[in-house]
C-alpha cells in the first residue's frame, strides 16, 4: 500500500505569497486593504489562510501591489508544486518499519 501525505494548503501557500509581495513593497495590510478595496482584517486572514481571495479579489489586490494577478497564481503554483514534490520524495525515502516490511515477505511453509 502506497502512502500518499496530504497536498499542502494552497490558503497558507497564498497567503506567503501575498506577504512575500506586501513585504517586499513595505507596505502594511492596512494600506493595501485601503489600495485594494477590501478591509484590513481580510487581509490578515488572506495571509494566515484563513480565507482565499475571489478572481475580483486577486486582481485588486495585485494592482495595489503593482504585480500581475497572473504572476502571484505563477508563485502560489510553484510553492504548491515544490511542497507536493518535497513531501513526495520525503515519503519515498521513509524507512520501513519491521512490520511493514514482515507483511511483504513470502510465508514459509
Do not use: C, N, W
Amino acid at each position: 500500500m502506497s502512502h500518499h501525505p496530504p497536498p499542502p494548503d494552497i490558503s497558507t501557500i497564498f497567503g506567503e505569497v501575498l506577504h512575500h509581495y506586501r513585504s517586499t513593497r513595505d507596505i502594511s495590510q492596512e494600506e493595501l486593504a485601503f489600495e485594494a478595496g477590501v478591509d484590513r482584517t481580510f487581509i490578515s486572514r488572506l495571509e494566515r489562510g484563513i480565507r482565499q481571495p475571489t478572481i475580483t479579489t486577486l486582481i485588486g489586490l495585485s494592482q495595489a501591489l503593482h504585480v500581475s494577478a497572473a504572476d502571484m497564481v505563477l508563485e502560489a503554483e510553484k510553492r504548491y508544486l515544490q511542497q507536493v514534490q518535497e513531501a513526495q520524495s520525503e515519503v519515498k525515502e521513509k524507512p520501513q518499519s519491521y512490520t511493514s516490511r514482515m507483511k511483504r515477505r513470502p510465508q514459509k511453509r
